[in-house]
């Protein structure tokens, strides 16, 4: 019963949308109503409640393991703990269409309420986001209903959820992702309904960008999130892979980060506002491709919700609507969107400018390789992939070109040129102590890699330009923008971090019987394989290897296992790690060979957990730059 009223209250969402739309077309057709705008905020916040009250009484469906649910009986157990139970919701298609639709209506309610009564935008706003929940849920109802029962009896047990989605980075990595991409769903509703408006003395900037600030912060908590999922839980070492889902995640990234420094250019000086405005609505035109690439099925990745592509061409169909119509708006509207103001040659302006130039095309390059193997398998029926070395020669041209600009832009000022004077003093000591501290790592490592020096020499410019220039505002008691200061700090940062891991760490591949020692290299001393252990865990049974070893003189235990659901049959591996300030040592173990013995992939990572270190800088500066006081 209580799925049914669940289900009857999200329809009852749908009619309460439809209802603002057709009584907002009606007034358009006559005469304004002074009632209009109340009356479609009080059908849309119960609307937005009727949603959360049916997802409530959804989760708890899960919670008390009701298996006459299709989807529940699926994808649940009734020996998770209650912490995975509700996490199992949005661990496949429907459910998480769902939890997508709970985001965007969250963020929707939250900011249309946040406006003024009497704001000349808050009405066209208002119908833009119904407009765009509307959709997703007939998507979700028409064709992903998460509500179908299982007739005539449900499951006893239930089928239980993908062993490796039975972790709490990964129970965690989808909401935080999908609280990036639907909160631009913001400032593309609000600059679509800045151009339907067509008063373009309206200040609008202010209005929006600490929500744009919010959404970025949390896309790059959940990609980061998903990075370390993958490198402590599938056994594969590493932390990115340049996987088409990866891709499309990355695609919305990249575009929020240039909608960012132009809005921020747009606010401060007037300036950019026609290429501000298109940004914002490419944000979310790509959140939307990258809904449809996840659960259409169309490509093969570990990330994919589903193998429906005929469901997956219905969102596609939507997608391509609101993509559409925004657009035709904003190509409506181009003639008018001139600013007030040109960038200023040499400003602040001009290099973010530059830098947005090559933002996008990194993100048209992604694109490309996500989609060039889809159009060549649908004309020849041929598969093709494109992976690492596409991307990273690509893109370690795009990172240095980038981190010259930033550093010139370091001192650079907002519509004003620079002096050459000036531009010589600002890149020379972080361009020489940049070669220096490159010339340093070539000598201690003796491994020469073009790429990967590219992104070292790229990181150290950055970091060096904004610590002199922290330096040198201390000392002359400037004003500094710590946020910014410390988001550039961590982006250099991880450009290093990654450079650095790709030249220095390195695999091992062991076969050893219980009881067997061997060293590997001067560096890896007595790698003892101790014991094998069989026990059983609360759903699943575990094989355990205890292995030491000596690494640089150092003793390090580790226990790598094997664990086999019973329920699903599946057999995941699970890492054993240990971490220290400079690098990973990480083990795995593999199959037993007819011989008795086992094989095991070791891997030293240096530099691993920077990486992750410098994407919490990023989003630190970025709370920083929402909560910012000018202090000396």
Avoid at 55 to 79: K, R, W
Avoid at 462 to 482: E, G, T, V, W
Avoid at 504 to 523: C, F, H, M, Q, T
């Amino acid at each position: 019963m209580i799925g049914e009223i669940s289900h009857f209250l999200s329809l009852s969402a749908v009619l309460l949308l439809s209802l603002i739309l057709i009584f907002n077309l009606f007034f358009s057709l006559n005469k304004f109503h002074p009632n209009q705008l109340m009356l479609s905020m009080r059908l849309f916040n119960q609307a937005c409640w009727l949603v959360f009250i049916s997802f409530g009484m959804y989760v708890y469906l899960a919670i008390s393991d009701d298996f006459s649910i299709a989807y529940i009986a699926s994808h649940s157990n009734s020996q998770l703990p209650i912490f995975y139970k509700v996490t199992s919701i949005w661990s496949a298609h429907e459910g998480s269409m769902f939890l997508w639709i709970v985001f965007l209506t969250a963020w929707s309610i939250l900011f249309v309420n946040s406006l003024d009564k009497n704001h000349p935008l808050k009405k066209l706003t208002l119908l833009m986001l119904s407009l765009i929940i509307l959709g997703f849920l007939l998507f979700l109802l028409l064709t992903s209903n998460p509500f179908e029962r299982i007739l005539p009896f449900g499951a006893i047990e239930g089928a239980d959820i993908n062993p490796i989605l039975q972790d709490p980075a990964l129970a965690i990595h989808p909401p935080m992702l999908y609280l990036g991409y639907v909160g631009f769903v913001i400032s593309f509703s609000f600059i679509t309904a800045y151009l339907l408006k067509g008063d373009f003395e309206l200040q609008w900037e202010q209005d929006i960008k600490n929500w744009s600030f919010v959404a970025w912060i949390f896309l790059t908590i959940g990609i980061a999130l998903g990075s370390w999922w993958a490198y402590y839980e599938l056994g594969w070492g590493g932390y990115w892979f340049w996987d088409p889902v990866e891709n499309v995640a990355l695609m919305p990234w990249l575009a929020a980060t240039a909608f960012m420094h132009s809005l921020f250019a747009s606010s401060k000086s007037n300036v950019l506002k026609t290429w501000t405005m298109f940004l914002g609505i490419l944000i979310f035109v790509l959140s939307l491709f990258g809904a449809f690439i996840v659960r259409s099925g169309i490509i093969d990745s570990v990330h994919s919700f589903a193998t429906d592509p005929e469901r997956g061409l219905y969102l596609l169909s939507f997608s391509g609507l609101i993509t559409l119509l925004a657009l035709s708006i904003f190509a409506y509207r181009l003639p008018d969107l001139n600013s007030s103001k040109l960038v200023v040659s040499g400003s602040k302006e001009s290099f973010l400018s530059m830098n947005n130039i090559l933002m996008i095309t990194g993100i048209f390059s992604i694109f490309l390789g996500v989609t060039y193997p889809l159009i060549i398998e649908s004309m020849s029926g041929e598969k093709v992939s494109i992976g690492p070395p596409y991307y990273n020669t690509i893109f370690s041209p795009l990172i240095l070109i980038a981190a010259i600009f930033i550093m010139i832009s370091v001192d650079a000022l907002w519509q004003r040129s620079m002096s050459l004077k000036a531009l010589f003093i600002s890149v020379t000591a972080p361009t020489l102590l940049s070669l220096l501290f490159l010339y340093l790592i070539w000598r201690a490592t003796a491994v020469f890699s073009i790429l990967a020096y590219i992104g070292i020499f790229s990181g150290f410019l950055i970091l060096f330009s904004y610590l002199f220039r922290m330096i040198n505002n201390f000392f002359n008691k400037k004003y500094i923008n710590k946020g910014s200061a410390v988001a550039h700090i961590g982006l250099g940062l991880l450009f290093f971090a990654v450079s650095m891991n790709s030249i220095l760490s390195y695999e091992k591949n062991l076969n050893l019987a219980p009881g067997e020692s061997i060293s590997v290299n001067e560096s890896l001393q007595e790698f003892s394989f101790k014991d094998i252990r069989v026990f059983k865990a609360s759903n699943h049974d575990v094989i355990s290897a205890d292995i030491s070893f000596l690494h640089d003189g150092r003793e390090i235990s580790l226990s790598p296992q094997k664990r086999k659901y019973a329920t699903r049959g599946q057999i995941t591996s699970e890492s054993a790690i240990h971490t220290s300030v400079l690098k990973d040592s990480y083990l795995t173990i593999g199959d037993q060979l007819e011989n008795g013995s086992w094989t095991f992939s070791l891997k030293i990572n240096y530099f691993i957990k920077w990486i992750w270190f410098s994407a919490a800088l990023m989003v630190s500066g970025m709370l920083l730059t929402i909560f910012k006081k000018k202090v000396l």
